[in-house]
């Protein structure tokens, strides 16, 4: 890459795409950490993005889908932190796509007050450029979601969804895309969507998430590249104040 095109990345202006920054309090309040200055929690997600990207790296990936075997593992939280944490570096731009048509939440945790998602896309006639929203932070776009449906599996395979997944993967050629997808003990969604992602992060909850559902949910994955497998909520973690702590083991 050139010092042409890494300047173009930590100097882009959205124009059509409409920016709302974040503010600090609803940063703190829904441990957007990474937006935050000198949290010691960042350190976290710095580790992770640099065995992620290598990951991406070496096998020429530039798609990956967040999962978790249950609801509540913090799969979209590691999302939301973990794009802000790949958008960081100049080398490329990270598009996040809120997947999870049954409980999307990635709108919730940048703070973005929005009217439509793509449910709305898939349904309706509303164009994806519509949708599309800056939180505050340079190289990252959101595509969020908004309302929820009980068929999710069959709008996640319609045509029309499997063109806009190419689209969005191949319009840049230094984006990162990351899909935050429905747990995967809870419907066939992910099952069905995993030929638009080229790997997988797995987020599992420390004392939550049994050795039958990791397990299963392995076996779910098991036709697709495993990025890593993280470990969420840990329990006596060294930062007491979120509650919260990670552990990453590559596959």
């Given at each position: 890459?050139?010092?042409?095109?890494?300047?173009?990345?930590?100097s882009?202006?959205?124009?059509?795409?409409?920016?709302?920054?974040?503010?600090?309090?609803?940063?703190?309040?829904?441990?957007?950490?990474?937006?935050?200055?000198?949290?010691?929690?960042?350190d976290v997600?710095?580790?992770?993005?640099?065995?992620?990207?290598?990951?991406?790296?070496?096998?020429?990936?530039?798609?990956?889908?967040?999962?978790?075997?249950?609801?509540?593992?913090g799969?979209?939280?590691?999302?939301?932190?973990?794009a802000?944490?790949?958008?960081?570096?100049?080398?490329?731009t990270?598009?996040?796509?809120?997947?999870d048509?049954?409980?999307?939440?990635?709108?919730?945790?940048y703070?973005?007050?929005?009217?439509?998602?793509?449910?709305?896309?898939?349904?309706t006639?509303?164009?994806v450029?519509?949708?599309?929203?800056n939180?505050?932070?340079?190289r990252?776009?959101?595509?969020?979601?908004?309302?929820?449906t009980?068929?999710?599996?069959?709008?996640l395979?319609?045509?029309?969804?499997?063109?806009?997944?190419e689209?969005?993967?191949?319009?840049?050629?230094?984006?990162?895309?990351?899909?935050?997808?429905?747990?995967?003990?809870?419907?066939d969604?992910a099952l069905?969507?995993?030929?638009?992602?080229?790997?997988?992060?797995?987020?599992?909850?420390?004392?939550?998430?049994?050795?039958?559902?990791?397990?299963?949910?392995?076996?779910?994955?098991?036709?697709?590249?495993?990025?890593?497998?993280?470990?969420?909520k840990?329990?006596?973690?060294?930062?007491?104040?979120?509650?919260?702590?990670?552990?990453?083991?590559n596959?």
């Amino acid at each position: 890459m050139t010092k042409t095109q890494q300047h173009a990345f930590s100097s882009i202006k959205y124009t059509r795409t409409r920016s709302v920054a974040v503010s600090p309090d609803v940063m703190r309040e829904r441990r957007l950490i990474m937006g935050l200055r000198n949290d010691p929690h960042a350190d976290v997600f710095r580790l992770l993005r640099t065995q992620v990207l290598k990951q991406l790296r070496e096998n020429n990936w530039t798609s990956l889908a967040v999962v978790a075997p249950t609801a509540e593992c913090g799969k979209t939280f590691v999302t939301a932190n973990l794009a802000i944490a790949l958008a960081m570096e100049v080398n490329q731009t990270v598009l996040v796509v809120d997947a999870d048509l049954r409980n999307p939440q990635v709108a919730w945790y940048y703070g973005l007050d929005i009217e439509k998602g793509l449910l709305d896309y898939l349904q309706t006639d509303v164009p994806v450029e519509d949708l599309l929203v800056n939180p505050g932070f340079e190289r990252l776009v959101v595509l969020p979601g908004k309302h929820t449906t009980s068929v999710s599996s069959e709008l996640l395979s319609l045509p029309k969804m499997t063109a806009l997944v190419e689209e969005l993967k191949s319009r840049y050629q230094s984006r990162i895309v990351l899909f935050d997808l429905p747990p995967l003990l809870s419907s066939d969604d992910a099952l069905l969507f995993m030929p638009h992602f080229d790997a997988a992060l797995l987020v599992v909850e420390d004392g939550k998430s049994s050795p039958e559902e990791v397990q299963r949910s392995l076996a779910i994955l098991g036709e697709t590249n495993l990025a890593g497998t993280l470990l969420n909520k840990v329990k006596g973690a060294v930062f007491p104040r979120y509650r919260y702590g990670l552990g990453v083991k590559n596959a």
